[in-house]
């Protein structure tokens, strides 16, 4: 583990802003970030969300989203509001909606292209089931 500066925004207030050293933590899904440095942002939570923990017990906290920009990139990403004691972390989601990947050797992150699917494989019509039942 180790850790990286970030800085995150309101998304309707970008202008409200902070700086943060988060540790990465690629087994969490979500970013954790302190609760009072979001409240102070004026971020407020969307819904509450549970989660599991490493050694297996489940907690609730609120969720909302920030604008969290690393090394250049920026992307609006879910956090989950950290409560008191708690680490402030940098996790999975936000680093695939960044295209970051982890280096745990060199301890630093790397930039990579999002992926997609192929776009000539993209259909969005509904689709249709055929079924035949028998001869």
Same mark, same amino acid.
């Given at each position: ?18 700086? +943060?050293? *988060?540790? #990465? ?15 102070? *942002?004026?971020?407020?939570? +969307? ?5 599991? *923990? ?5 907690? &609730?906290?609120?969720? !909302?989203?920030?604008? /969290? ?9 879910? #956090?989950?509001? =950290?409560?008191? !004691?708690?680490?402030?972390? +940098? =996790?999975?989601?936000? /680093? &695939?909606?960044?295209? /970051? ?29 055929? /079924?035949?039942?028998?001869?």
């Amino acid at each position: 583990m180790f850790e990286v500066q970030i800085r995150i925004a309101n998304l309707e207030k970008p202008e409200r802003s902070a700086d +943060l050293s *988060l540790v #990465v933590d690629t087994g969490a899904t979500l970013s954790w970030i302190p609760r009072e440095t979001l409240e102070s *942002l004026e971020i407020e939570p +969307l819904s509450r969300l549970p989660f599991s *923990l490493a050694d297996g017990r489940s907690i &609730e906290r609120d969720v !909302g989203g920030v604008l /969290l920009s690393i090394d250049g990139r920026r992307a609006p990403v879910p #956090v989950a509001f =950290g409560e008191a !004691g708690e680490n402030a972390l +940098l =996790g999975a989601t936000a /680093l &695939e909606s960044l295209g /970051l990947i982890v280096d745990p050797v060199a301890k630093k992150l790397i930039q990579r292209n999002l992926l997609a699917l192929r776009v000539d494989l993209l259909d969005l019509r509904p689709a249709r089931i055929l /079924l035949t039942i028998g001869e």
